[in-house]
């Protein structure tokens, strides 16, 4: 097949789901075009060494790359954010005509930064099938900003169109299918396609006596975060639940975020030396430092929007066969549970929280290296790179028509 690619973030940036989606399905004998933008994630500046202009493509073996201007820094507030949005729909546009001439079916890797670019995109396409991949629902982050309803019910509007438009739509966990349908997607055109994580760094290692160093301390048990310290996922519950334990348990935090500040404060207010940070580490430091830990927390607040996510933490973690503890709420839960890879608890409670620290730490380690087994057997069956990019190629085919539609998919269970 003839496949376009159409996502805001692409290799070099950290966007593994497109930019290993593409690799492989050109590896399958597909030829790929990818639209994108110029890197500037997550700094907000294009990188040192790239200029943006606006003929730019690369090729490979079956593979092309054609990059377009938008505007950097969309980070820094809904303004901006917005400006980058449409500035990369109106590049998008007016190169898609030409660029993606005779292709088979569009992927649109789905965050809502892409979301104005495929309205113009699929609506200029016309008759070309499109895959929708969502990732996450429009985010309502400083709804206290000036302008922000205003933009809330633009992106709402936007998300429903296309929805309507895709002739497939494939849903990153199970209960994004319900906020989907209720954004007006077609539940006969909805799929369940869960996401993997870079194998290519994370799997499993030993730690060598750096990352032991760095993370443990005392012989105690280690439960340890690794990502962003921000809103979404409310870590001061985590410090809560670690200083009622002082004396069993360390936290150690690794990485920043826009709450590591009053993170950090309550911490030293609480007087919790069993509470640790470590700066941001990279990506390829990580499976050692997974090692060193006994367990990797995964939390997430108790927002609706946040229900039905799956944040990639997760898959990262079950790839290299780490024992978890989940304090969220909806389909991560769920996975943890069912496949039997650690304990969980319900968000926003740190008393619920110390009472599954406590018990993570009386478990032998024998019984937590089988969970950390039992999470990659499940994270191989069912959020692999070889069983996501099967689902998405079969998507791109039945939206093709070059294969047989199956029956409606039912709600499909985690593991």
Not at 26 to 45: C, N, W
Not at 48 to 77: I, K
Not at 98 to 108: M, P
Not at 223 to 237: D, F, K, N, S
Request: hydrophobic share 45%; net charge positive; charged share 25%.
């Amino acid at each position: 097949m003839k496949i376009g690619i159409l996502s805001y973030h692409f290799p070099p940036e950290p966007a593994f789901i497109p930019g290993s989606l593409a690799e492989e399905l050109a590896a399958r004998g597909h030829e790929v075009r990818v639209l994108t933008g110029f890197p500037d994630y997550p700094g907000g500046h294009v990188y040192p060494g790239w200029r943006q202009r606006w003929h730019h493509e690369t090729h490979s073996e079956r593979l092309t790359v054609r990059r377009v201007p938008r505007y950097p820094g969309g980070a820094t507030s809904t303004g901006a954010r917005m400006a980058s949005y449409l500035s990369f729909a109106g590049s998008a546009t007016m190169a898609a005509r030409r660029y993606f001439s005779g292709v088979d079916a569009l992927y649109v890797f789905q965050l809502p930064a892409t979301t104005f670019a495929a309205a113009g995109v699929l609506r200029l396409l016309g008759q070309v099938p499109a895959v929708l991949h969502v990732q996450d629902v429009w985010a309502r982050d400083g709804t206290d900003e000036a302008g922000e309803g205003r933009w809330v019910a633009r992106m709402g509007g936007a998300m429903t169109r296309i929805y309507r438009a895709a002739a497939r739509i494939a849903v990153a966990a199970p209960s994004m299918r319900d906020l989907v349908v209720a954004a007006g997607a077609d539940p006969a055109r909805v799929r369940l396609v869960l996401n993997w994580t870079d194998e290519r760094i994370f799997y499993p290692a030993t730690p060598g006596a750096a990352a032991r160093q760095l993370v443990r301390r005392d012989g105690r048990c280690v439960v340890m975060h690794a990502g962003t310290i921000g809103p979404r996922q409310g870590l001061e519950t985590a410090v809560r639940a670690a200083a009622a334990l002082d004396r069993t348990m360390d936290l150690v935090l690794v990485g920043s975020g826009a709450a590591e500040r009053r993170v950090r404060g309550l911490a030293a207010e609480l007087g919790a030396d069993n509470v640790r940070f470590v700066e941001r580490r990279s990506p390829v430091d990580m499976p050692e430092l997974y090692a060193a830990a006994d367990y990797q927390l995964i939390m997430l607040r108790d927002l609706p929007e946040l229900r039905g996510m799956v944040p990639g933490k997760l898959q990262a973690a079950l790839s290299c066969a780490a024992p978890v503890v989940a304090s969220a709420g909806g389909d991560t839960t769920e996975l943890v549970e069912r496949a039997r890879a650690g304990l969980s608890c319900p968000p926003g409670d740190w008393a619920a929280l110390a009472d599954r620290f406590w018990l993570a730490a009386t478990i032998p380690p024998p019984t937590r290296t089988e969970m950390g087994r039992r999470g990659r057997a499940a994270y191989l069956r069912e959020m692999s790179l070889p069983a996501g990019v099967d689902r998405i190629e079969r998507l791109l085919q039945e939206a093709a028509g070059r294969v047989a539609e199956p029956a409606a998919e039912p709600r499909r269970k985690l593991a």
